[in-house]
């Protein structure tokens, strides 16, 4: 009886590992993104390459505007933040949310001189 009962607490543990690990696959952003960047301005459409090592983000925003950019930022569960750096010393602070595998959306502030909405789709 007793090696029944360890038996199935092992494998109820076995099958919670596996479903956290796969959740945090579902929420990896490595890959190239284009985003949509929106604000009373216009839309621009930076390309974003982004590289996910644990809940850890590094990357690169590019766009015809500011040339490429390096960035970093971190991922919890659906929610993610990055900081971009201008060369004018301005930091572009992105915080969204993971809508499913190939989307991405949230509001970016321009170092307290406004902001915007982006929707990003992982680009295949």
């Known amino acids: 009886m007793m090696f029944a009962r360890t038996t199935i607490a092992a494998i109820a543990l076995a099958a919670s590992a596996t479903a956290l690990v796969a959740q ?40 015809a505007r500011m040339g490429a950019l390096a960035f970093k930022g971190r991922v919890k569960d659906k929610t993610f933040t990055f900081d971009v750096n201008t060369s004018g010393g301005t930091t572009l602070t992105f915080k969204g949310t993971i809508v ?9 502030d321009f170092g307290g001189q406004g902001g915007a909405t982006f929707t990003g789709e992982r680009r295949r």
């Open 100 to 108: 499913d595998d190939d989307h991405l959306k949230g509001d970016v």
């Open 24 to 63: 945090r696959v579902a929420t990896d952003l490595t890959g190239n993104w284009t985003f949509a960047v929106v604000t009373e301005n216009g839309t621009g459409t930076p390309a974003v390459t982004i590289k996910q090592q644990g809940d850890s983000l590094t990357g690169t925003y590019e766009s």
